[in-house]
């Protein structure tokens, strides 16, 4: 079966510096992964892990420095953008940010009634905004007429979901879109993506920090550190029985019913961000408890524990597969 969204080897540099004493950062390095149809993806980490750069590059809204997109079997080239737009759409973090608060929130989603000819008259154009509004949780006579600071957070981000919906997209993007929501209303959000999956077949390519929300909505999910992927498989078996020492450390993060039971404590203050990406070897060893002497050498190889993808020096040579 044809992938929904493929990415391979996909790398994004950035210059910092002087053309004296210029600097190459790399925010995204040869990183792979693939979404099915009808698929909840993670890409999860701590922010400066390069989740959403490798968001940006696959909505279009970069360029990738090497590496190759395919929407649907066709590739994502610098001309051949366009398309896209229909067939995938975004959710962002902050719901306040996304809406003019000169405008009334209807006229978004009249424009883009127009833009994408989606309905012959006006009448037909409400009945649609209203169909997908119901979709999720809401209806065009709450929010006709109204401005973005007439709404909660929460409503306002489920406005947002529904303006994405309105070209029937196979994949929405969403980056952080629980982060600056009230808690109560998080899994309110969460369960709509599910619902979403399971009801219309809509993929989503959840970006977050959150574990907990990212263990209860991901089918999949690949832990990023530093531009790499650490570890990638399913979510139970990443999640409940994590192999890479970073992936660890992200789980022991999450509160614990019994906070003597941690090993979090064994691990190192983060170094500077920018030294972790500059670093040779393992960008990881410098916070690592298990850390060796080569991992402050050589960069590890993309090693499958069973059908887990892991990026780690420790599971090397003991009978573990590299991906073909």
Not at 115 to 120: I, Q
Not at 235 to 250: G, I
Not at 289 to 295: I, L, Y
Request: net charge negative; hydrophobic share 40%; proline share 4%.
């Amino acid at each position: 079966m044809e992938k929904l969204l493929e990415v391979k080897d996909l790398t994004k540099q950035y210059a910092l510096g002087s053309l004296i004493a210029r600097i190459l950062i790399t925010a995204v390095d040869r990183i792979s992964f693939y979404m099915d149809q009808a698929e909840i993806f993670t890409l999860a980490g701590e922010s400066g892990c390069g989740k959403t750069t490798t968001a940006k590059i696959v909505l279009g809204f970069e360029e990738a420095t090497s590496g190759t997109i395919l929407h649907s079997g066709k590739p994502q080239t610098r001309k051949e953008k366009v398309w896209i737009t229909e067939g995938v759409q975004a959710i962002f973090q902050d719901p306040f940010s996304t809406f003019n608060p000169l405008r009334t929130v209807d006229s978004y989603f009249f424009e883009t009634v127009k833009n994408y000819r989606l309905a012959e008259s006006k009448t037909d154009a409400i009945e649609l905004i209203d169909q997908k509004l119901r979709s999720v949780g809401l209806t065009y006579g709450e929010f006709a007429g109204k401005y973005p600071n007439e709404f909660s957070g929460g409503q306002l981000q489920r406005i947002s979901i529904a303006r994405a919906l309105m070209t029937n997209p196979k994949l929405i993007i969403a980056d952080e879109p629980v982060s600056m929501v009230d808690a109560s209303l998080r899994m309110a959000i969460v369960n709509l993506f599910k619902k979403l999956r399971d009801e219309l077949g809509v993929s989503v390519l959840y970006i977050t920090h959150d574990l907990a929300t990212a263990y209860y909505v991901s089918d999949r999910i690949a832990i990023m550190f530093r531009g790499n992927i650490v570890e990638m498989g399913t979510v139970e078996q990443v999640l409940m029985n994590p192999r890479h020492p970073y992936t660890r450390l992200l789980r022991e993060s999450i509160p614990q019913a019994d906070p003597r039971q941690t090993w979090s404590d064994t691990v190192t203050l983060a170094e500077l961000e920018h030294d972790e990406y500059l670093r040779e070897g393992c960008k990881f060893a410098g916070r690592c408890p298990m850390v060796m002497e080569r991992c402050r050498r050589e960069v590890p190889r993309d090693l499958f524990v069973g059908d887990v993808l892991v990026k780690c020096h420790l599971y090397e040579g003991s009978g573990e597969t590299s991906p073909s």
